[in-house]
């Protein structure tokens, strides 16, 4: 079985260099929001998202391809199967919902395209959201009256209950995490504002990529968001087995990623949902840095 395994990985790391050819993208790094001289022709930060390669190419005008799977306990969405409708309530801006309670989720996670001059909308009642921008910027005014302008790579953590409007200076692309906060007695998270390239590195003992994480870890937050980064050939070394839930939007770079008893080639732009206690693994393949955006409930006793 191991030998089968490892044939498997072998072919696969064969393959995904078609997906990544036909995108066009040169592989020789990438380019912030302001771009400098050492920039010039190269694309954007997270442009595959955004701009992704459906299929390989032998398979791109294939009737009734996808590569989305469905299962009990975990999904892998991709970016032909992105179904998108005006956001309730939004201005001017569609959305695709890609992870949801119907799928077994307790939060969601979606995209929102917003065009110039589109405005957002609140959450329900009691539901705390997470923006993250992967194209454009937006200016977030919050109730305190402060304007906060972000561009891409940058986020904002909002409280449940907190008033706030976003409006899109350009055309932009958002990920959008929300979930009904768990609320603990005397504890109360705050506004939080920033961006990935100001998280400090944290330890990792025993596994080899690079972690942040984009919110506190303290008892007010009951979700965090990871940016994970692995270089070519680098992989989890724990095979992960947990309670906790995952929602996963893989920005850079493509790998395996191994889901139950099923391997997955993924690329840039392809959405990934985790139930709790799925086997989950991930290797980085190709000739790029594979980089991942996680959310993790977090500092909750399961039984609540």
Known sequence: MTLLRLDHLILLASV???ASAAGGGGGDGFCSAEPSSECSGRPPLYWKVTSPTLAPAHLQDLPGFTRSVYKRDHALITPESHVFSPLPDWVNTLGAYLISPAIGAHF????ANMKDGSKSALP???VERLIFVLQGSIALSV???NTHSLLVDSYAYLPANMKHSMVSDEQT???VFERR???IEDYHPDLIVGSTDKQPLLETPGEVFQLRKLLPTSLPYDFNIHIMDFQPGEYLNVKEVHYNQHGLLLLEGQGIYRLGDSWYPIQAG???WMAPFVPQWYAALGKTKSRYLLYKDVNRNPLL
Request: net charge negative; aromatic share 10%.
């Open 173 to 175: 692309t958002l990920v």
């Open 124 to 126: 329900p009642k009691g």
């Open 143 to 145: 109730e305190s009256g």
């Open 108 to 111: 969601t996670m979606y995209l």
């Open 270 to 272: 392809d959405t990934i």
């Open 181 to 183: 906060y768990t609320t």
């Open 16 to 18: 995904l260099p078609l």
